[in-house]
């Protein structure tokens, strides 16, 4: 057994406290949403709270959770992710295999690379982009919120130079065995880049699930506005509510304010992101790391 050096003792803890104080920078402002979600109005309005709730109630959460309409945001918003990363992950797939062949296997390779490179770049803007949604009779459902952006070009890229860093010799066999590139692909290539597919899945299940803006473009009916965009609206209205609502209510409502129904929103929407992260970090971390290398 090697006896630590003291420059090594020194580089431990010293690697030790920077990684202690980044994650600490990560989780501290989580802590204070939290707390001032669980506050009262008074303590929340006039700046008390910081790591620990002060008139501790749960006031903002029971406002929430209490509507049928957030419980069917949370379906919309479930349902989104759940297609939109099928849909998003199938299309990278089968547009990076491809692309990530040599010239002379795939003859046109560049020019198709170009033709997705230059719309990483250049858009047609919101309004040509809401017509396109609208004539094709995507309005108002649910796949306006996934097929606009079906194919992330980003993500494809990564993919991409993820499947370069794969042996040829994989593809050979399988190809002098009788293999098909559908064979090749899902047999072979598939099972391989389970770390970039996390990778990239994490990204667009993260996508989804925090898009609110387009709900508002393309949804017509309240009904159908995933999480995100109904907190939003939700908090926009909340001041005209306050008007019509009866004494028992207002009452009832005592420790709630704008501000504390603001971070009870955000803190329940990166909520499920949290909870998923850390079993796709490890993935996460390979995932990023070989498929940013290029050949």
């Known amino acids: 057994m090697i006896r630590p050096t003291l420059s090594r003792k020194v580089f431990v803890v010293f690697n030790t406290l920077v990684l202690t104080l980044i994650t600490l920078l990560g989780i501290i402002p989580f802590i204070h949403l939290l707390s001032i979600s669980l506050s009262s109005n008074t303590a929340a309005t006039a700046g008390e709270v910081s790591l620990w ?146 990778t990239i899945g994490l990204f667009t299940i993260v996508g989804h699930w925090n898009a609110w803006f387009d709900g508002i473009l393309y949804l017509n009916s309240p009904d159908k506005y995933p999480l995100q965009t109904y907190l939003s609206t939700l908090i926009m209205s909340i001041n005209s509510q306050m008007t019509s609502i009866s004494i028992e209510q207002i009452k009832a409502m005592e420790n709630l304010s704008e501000k504390t129904l603001q971070t009870a929103q955000i803190f329940m929407g990166a909520l499920p992101i949290m909870v998923v992260y850390p079993f796709l970090q490890k993935y996460f971390v390979k995932g990023m790391t070989v498929g940013s290398v290029k050949e």
């Open 53 to 198: 709730p002060v008139g501790f109630n749960f006031d903002a959460y029971k406002y929430l959770g209490e509507k049928v309409e957030f419980f069917r945001s949370l379906g919309v918003s479930v349902e989104r992710v759940v297609l939109g990363t099928a849909v998003n992950m199938f299309l990278v797939f089968i547009t990076a295999f491809p692309l990530a062949k040599s010239r002379e296997q795939f003859k046109f390779r560049t020019l198709y690379v170009w033709f997705f490179a230059v719309t990483m770049f250049f858009g047609g803007g919101l309004i040509p982009t809401y017509i396109i949604v609208k004539n094709t009779g995507l309005i108002d459902s649910i796949w306006a919120l996934i097929l606009p952006g079906a194919l992330n070009v980003w993500n494809m890229v990564l993919m991409l130079n993820f499947f370069r860093t794969i042996p040829k010799e994989l593809d050979e066999a399988a190809t002098i065995d009788g293999a098909g590139h559908w064979t090749v692909l899902w047999r072979i290539y598939l099972p391989i880049s389970l770390p970039s597919i996390a």
